[in-house]
């Protein structure tokens, strides 16, 4: 689950990490920042989204003056702002971050994240930080600094050290950076967190270290203990089919192409995208229903793929393990019926009486193709598709 840059910043000022002061808001500027902008004074407006490339997009301005900052409101609340991470459609802009320049004297790169390959956590960092992080860690892997923490481990004085040198960090500043690793650290293990990115990291002209942008992701299986930042999500970022799934308790991601799949098993869900793409086609989605989907959730799946007005038509792709494939027919048969599918839909199903479920699924005298294999589907559902 992934925060906006306001909330983040939140999270980090309550682990006594250094911020710049700011504002949200969601319609007018506040009259005490106005007052400022009438002297000139200098602030940063950001427009908060849940992707990266904001600055490059139009969606991040310095602004000094109170008819600009008036027009970057205007154009940007109630906007999509496009960026290279959310092509093509964007993502809506509800509120805008707004706050103080402050002077830079050295800007870095930080993060923390799961190594899965390692089993361990590790501390990455750049002497580059800035827009153009992604470029400097292609092009000059030098630049890039790795520190390994074993879990259930916090990094050591060696190690903060040993990357403060890499970092060229001001000797003033020291202690201030050993105080920044320490803290954010213990805000990524005790909220949860898959990813902590601050970039850029600014060491000040007064040797303080100031996280100036911040992305934070946690790990959805751990927000049961993170109610309050669970219930923070903005659901406005995410495709309106996404959140719908999400509160039927289904598995779904929006695609671009015209195969809607429906599958029990992330496994078996990834092989059937494989497979319609192997087979010339261009899967919806991926929708994965679990292992004991009943009729109510198909049906509650079908109105899902239904409402994407790209499907030209429906693969099911059922494993009957947990579920005998006699009932998942039923299911199939009564959703069906229920929604009003006028399009094609290909069933494979495989499993325990797969046999009375295929009879059932043939005698329904629906607009129903049953497939002996998953490439049979597959290639039917390409056909169906481009008819």
Request: include cysteine.
């Amino acid at each position: 689950m992934n925060l906006h840059e306001y909330q983040s910043k939140k999270l980090l000022k309550s682990y006594q990490i250094d911020i710049p002061n700011g504002h949200v808001v969601n319609s007018e500027i506040p009259n005490s920042i106005k007052l400022l902008l009438e002297e000139n004074k200098t602030f940063v407006f950001k427009s908060q989204i849940h992707a990266g490339g904001r600055g490059k997009s139009g969606g991040v301005e310095l602004i000094n003056n109170i008819k600009d900052a008036e027009s970057f409101i205007s154009n940007q609340l109630g906007s999509r702002l496009v960026t290279y991470q959310n092509l093509p459609h964007g993502q809506p802009v509800n509120k805008i971050l707004i706050e103080e320049k402050i002077s830079i004297q050295k800007e870095l790169y930080f993060s923390i994240l799961i190594d899965r390959q390692s089993e361990s956590i590790i501390i990455l960092c750049s002497t580059q930080g800035g827009t153009e992080i992604e470029e400097t860690a292609k092009k000059n892997e030098s630049l890039i600094f790795k520190e390994y923490i074993s879990i259930g481990e916090i990094p050591t004085d060696k190690q903060i050290g040993s990357l403060s040198k890499k970092m060229m960090i001001p000797t003033q500043a020291n202690h201030a950076f050993n105080n920044f690793v320490v803290n954010i650290f213990k805000l990524f293990l005790e909220t949860d967190l898959s990813l902590v990115e601050i970039n850029p990291l600014i060491v000040t002209k007064e040797h303080k270290v100031v996280a100036l942008d911040c992305k934070i992701s946690l790990d959805d299986n751990a927000l049961f203990k993170h109610e309050n930042l669970r219930n923070s999500f903005d659901w406005s970022q995410v495709d309106e089919k996404e959140a719908e799934a999400h509160r039927a308790g289904l598995n779904y991601i929006a695609l671009e192409g015209s195969i809607g799949c429906m599958v029990n098993g992330a496994g078996l869900a990834m092989a059937t995208m494989d497979l319609i793409k192997h087979s010339g086609g261009l899967p919806a989605n991926f929708l994965d229903v679990g292992g004991g989907a009943s009729a109510e959730t198909v049906s509650k799946a079908f109105k899902i793929l239904l409402s994407d007005k790209n499907v030209r038509v429906v693969l099911v792709n059922i494993f009957g393990g947990i579920m005998r494939c006699d009932v998942i027919a039923d299911g199939i048969v009564s959703a069906v019926k229920d929604v009003g599918i006028k399009i094609p839909i290909v069933v494979r199903l495989e499993g325990t009486n797969v046999e009375i479920g295929k009879k059932i699924l043939g005698e329904s005298k629906l607009n129903i193709t049953s497939a002996n294999s998953l490439g049979d589907a597959a290639k039917q559902a390409v056909i169906f598709s481009k008819a």
